[in-house]
């Protein structure tokens, strides 16, 4: 397996890996804690044994969403998020002076300003996962970016929002490239994910450096309510 391929299922590597104090395992499943992340993974290698070990991890009708998964097993319910995966090919991280790091206390806030502007799932312990960096203006939180899922040697930049009355300043992209650089620092390699159709912000990472390495299924699936376990 090449580098690079870890990132073909980055939860797995993530929770087997660096992220494995945030790991809850049975056989050939993990997932995060659920108040850390919701994505969940199964182990390359387990087979169609790999969803019944996720089903007793979880619990009937409960879902999950697993990064890089093609599809789910007959007789679940099944979501389909198309994205994108793209990975640092020159890019060049910069500090950014505005840039705060954001600690606990400002969790209400980062929870306040996802929920407007949905950039994906974020959690009341997500910021538990890496550095999350943050612009604010008078006290009040308006862009943020930070760090998810960390397969060894490399680590996902996520969380990328403004607030709308605040875009067209170029804070996501400074904070991204201030988030690059932490993660450039400590010898690693910065990748990001985002929606298939979301071409202007594909264009964007493309012109700071990322490259569009392929197409990534983000599967949502619930386990039967009659699932035996």
Excluded at 88 to 98: L, Q, R
Excluded at 200 to 221: D, T
Aim: aromatic share 6%; proline share 8%.
């Amino acid at each position: 397996m090449t580098d690079e391929n870890l990132l073909d299922n980055p939860a797995w590597h993530s929770l087997t890996g660096p992220h494995a104090r945030f790991a809850e395992r049975r056989g050939g499943a993990v997932r995060y804690a659920d108040d850390v992340s919701v994505f969940s993974a199964l182990d390359p290698g387990a087979g169609p044994t790999g969803w019944s070990d996720l089903a007793a991890l979880i619990g009937p009708g409960t879902e999950a969403v697993l990064p890089g998964t093609t599809a789910g097993p007959a007789g679940w319910e099944v979501d389909v998020i198309e994205g994108v995966q793209l990975v640092d090919d020159g890019v060049v991280g910069a500090p950014d002076p505005e840039a705060v790091r954001l600690t606990a206390a400002d969790v209400p806030e980062m929870l306040d300003l996802v929920a407007r502007t949905k950039p994906g799932p974020l959690l009341p312990r997500t910021i538990e996962l890496g550095t999350y960096l943050g612009v604010k203006q008078d006290g009040v939180l308006i862009a943020m970016a930070g760090e998810r899922m960390h397969p060894p040697g490399w680590t996902e930049i996520s969380a990328v929002c403004t607030d709308p009355a605040h875009r067209g300043k170029g804070l996501a992209t400074r904070l991204v490239l201030a988030v690059a650089a932490g993660i450039q620092a400590r010898g690693e390699t910065p990748f990001l994910h985002t929606g298939a159709a979301n071409t202007n912000a594909i264009r964007l990472y493309e012109q700071l450096g990322f490259r569009l390495r392929r197409r990534m299924r983000f599967v949502l699936v619930r386990v039967p309510a009659a699932q035996p376990v």
